[in-house]
């Protein structure tokens, strides 16, 4: 089946998850990705979570995989000239050249943009980092924990109420938005490549690409520059754009306009006297008895569990959403539906469950092929296709230029 990416070649030197998703989805539309690896392999190898499983499936990096997958993998030694030598090798015939290197570290091994456009003036030069590549934190490493969310603003904006404990995101959570927003500028670059002739350099970053999913906010603040208010559940505009607890524990989303959806809630509570309520006739003096109004409404709702109320809800056309775990996500139909997690073989282990890019294209699949490469897998084939003798490849491995 032919694929967007499928004459495109991307050559990758990155670790971690951020630059590294960015380079899975562009596997998973066709692309054809060299994954450059430290003698030591990519340390996020071995990091993830194992599976609560016993199959023969059990012992696959899993966590690794879903960043990694559809890829060929070789290992460098970037500190030798060899080493640099074989990734310009790779770079000559390339589209793109992918990295979360910072740009003193491009600069020092001579991959930044002007030695490896000097090569190949083609390339798009793609680079991921924290904080970007210039100002003055461009030299500053970052995870997704701490520039995406923390430096951003997201995890301050995210407390319950101007007090609240600075919540805890999930692992990669900042890395993946960050790789979407890479992926659509190497899209446009390429585009722009073939246009004009000429190669492109661009890059992004975890803090860049928080503060834009946070451009609703900022639209604002970046103009009067006052801190944001952060609402506890009582203080917010609206009691139909809050949640709820339910009485099994689990909580659910409402979100509705004011004032259209008011009398329409009141009657899937089956409290239609709160239409009425002076307290609550207009949105305004609803918003003035939040205090009284979310416990009136919490009251009601733990007499039955969030699926019992979800039926209710459907039935009165009200937009509502369920807080799920993520093992309820894993098996919700819907997700099943719309083949959220497909099958990867896994050759002489069977078959495994992963995650799929968000894209869906109706002329061409964009599952993932194939798992994630061990360390090194494909040295020997990609020094082979670049001309390189055995003989020279096994002094390159004497020498520890590569493994």
Same mark, same amino acid.
């Given at each position: 089946?032919?694929?967007? @990416?499928?004459?495109?070649?991307?050559?990758?030197?990155?670790?971690?998850?951020?630059?590294?998703?960015?380079?899975?989805?562009?596997?998973?539309?066709?692309?054809?990705?060299?994954?450059?690896?430290?003698?030591?392999?990519?340390?996020?190898? $071995?990091?993830?979570?194992?599976?609560?499983?016993?199959?023969?499936?059990?012992?696959?990096?899993?966590?690794?995989?879903?960043?990694?997958?559809?890829?060929?993998?070789?290992?460098?030694?970037?500190?030798?000239?060899?080493?640099?030598?074989?990734?310009?090798?790779?770079?000559?015939?390339?589209?793109?050249?992918?990295?979360?290197? @910072?740009?003193?570290?491009?600069?020092?091994?001579?991959?930044?943009?002007?030695?490896?456009?000097?090569?190949?003036?083609?390339?798009?030069?793609?680079?991921?980092?924290?904080?970007?590549?210039?100002?003055?934190?461009?030299?500053?490493?970052?995870?997704?924990?701490?520039?995406? *969310?923390?430096?951003?603003?997201?995890?301050?904006?995210?407390?319950?109420?101007?007090?609240?404990?600075?919540?805890?995101?999930?692992?990669?959570?900042?890395?993946?938005?960050? %790789?979407?927003?890479?992926?659509?500028?190497?899209?446009?670059?390429?585009?722009?490549?073939?246009?004009?002739?000429?190669?492109?350099?661009?890059?992004?970053?975890?803090?860049?690409?928080?503060?834009?999913?946070?451009?609703?906010?900022?639209?604002?603040?970046?103009?009067?520059?006052?801190?944001?208010?952060?609402?506890?559940?009582?203080?917010?505009?609206?009691?139909?754009?809050?949640?709820?607890?339910? $009485?099994?524990?689990?909580?659910?989303?409402?979100?509705?306009?004011?004032?259209?959806?008011?009398?329409?809630?009141?009657?899937?509570? $089956?409290?239609?006297?709160?239409?009425?309520?002076?307290? *609550?006739?207009?949105?305004?003096?609803?918003?003035?008895?939040?205090?009284?109004?979310?416990?009136?409404?919490?009251?009601?709702?733990?007499?039955?569990?969030?699926?019992?109320?979800?039926?209710? *809800?459907?039935?009165? %056309?009200?937009?509502?959403?369920?807080?799920?775990?993520?093992?309820?996500?894993?098996?919700?139909?819907?997700?099943?539906?719309?083949?959220?997690?497909?099958?990867?073989?896994?050759?002489?282990?069977?078959?495994?469950?992963?995650?799929?890019?968000?894209?869906?294209?109706?002329? *061409?699949?964009?599952?993932?092929?194939?798992?994630?490469?061990?360390?090194?897998?494909?040295?020997?084939?990609?020094?082979?296709?670049?001309?390189?003798?055995?003989?020279?490849?096994?002094?390159?491995?004497? @020498?520890?230029?590569?493994?």
């Amino acid at each position: 089946m032919t694929k967007p @990416l499928d004459d495109i070649t991307v050559i990758e030197i990155d670790n971690w998850m951020a630059a590294p998703s960015a380079a899975a989805i562009l596997a998973d539309l066709g692309a054809t990705v060299i994954k450059i690896e430290p003698l030591s392999g990519d340390p996020m190898r $071995g990091m993830g979570r194992k599976p609560k499983i016993d199959d023969d499936t059990k012992d696959h990096d899993f966590q690794f995989d879903v960043d990694n997958r559809g890829k060929q993998s070789i290992l460098l030694d970037l500190t030798q000239d060899a080493a640099i030598g074989i990734v310009k090798d790779l770079c000559r015939n390339a589209n793109v050249f992918l990295c979360n290197l @910072l740009l003193r570290r491009q600069q020092k091994f001579g991959l930044d943009p002007e030695s490896l456009l000097a090569v190949n003036p083609k390339l798009v030069h793609a680079t991921l980092t924290g904080y970007g590549t210039t100002g003055p934190d461009a030299w500053r490493p970052g995870y997704d924990v701490t520039a995406f *969310f923390g430096r951003s603003g997201l995890y301050d904006a995210m407390r319950e109420g101007n007090d609240g404990i600075v919540p805890m995101a999930r692992p990669a959570q900042g890395d993946h938005t960050a %790789g979407l927003a890479l992926v659509g500028a190497i899209l446009a670059a390429i585009r722009q490549t073939e246009k004009t002739g000429e190669g492109q350099v661009l890059e992004t970053s975890l803090y860049e690409t928080a503060v834009w999913t946070q451009a609703t906010d900022f639209a604002t603040t970046a103009v009067d520059r006052a801190p944001l208010r952060k609402r506890a559940r009582h203080e917010q505009l609206s009691a139909t754009a809050n949640r709820y607890p339910c $009485g099994d524990g689990n909580w659910i989303v409402i979100n509705m306009p004011e004032p259209f959806w008011w009398p329409r809630f009141c009657e899937s509570l $089956g409290k239609p006297e709160w239409i009425k309520d002076e307290r *609550f006739v207009e949105a305004r003096d609803r918003y003035r008895s939040m205090d009284i109004l979310v416990p009136m409404i919490d009251e009601v709702l733990i007499t039955k569990t969030r699926d019992e109320w979800g039926v209710i *809800f459907d039935e009165h %056309g009200i937009i509502w959403g369920p807080v799920m775990g993520l093992h309820e996500v894993a098996q919700d139909p819907q997700a099943e539906a719309i083949n959220l997690f497909p099958r990867i073989s896994l050759e002489g282990k069977g078959e495994y469950r992963t995650v799929r890019i968000p894209m869906n294209f109706h002329t *061409f699949d964009a599952l993932p092929s194939k798992p994630a490469p061990t360390a090194g897998q494909h040295t020997n084939e990609v020094l082979s296709g670049l001309g390189y003798s055995q003989q020279q490849i096994i002094d390159l491995a004497a @020498l520890k230029v590569i493994y």
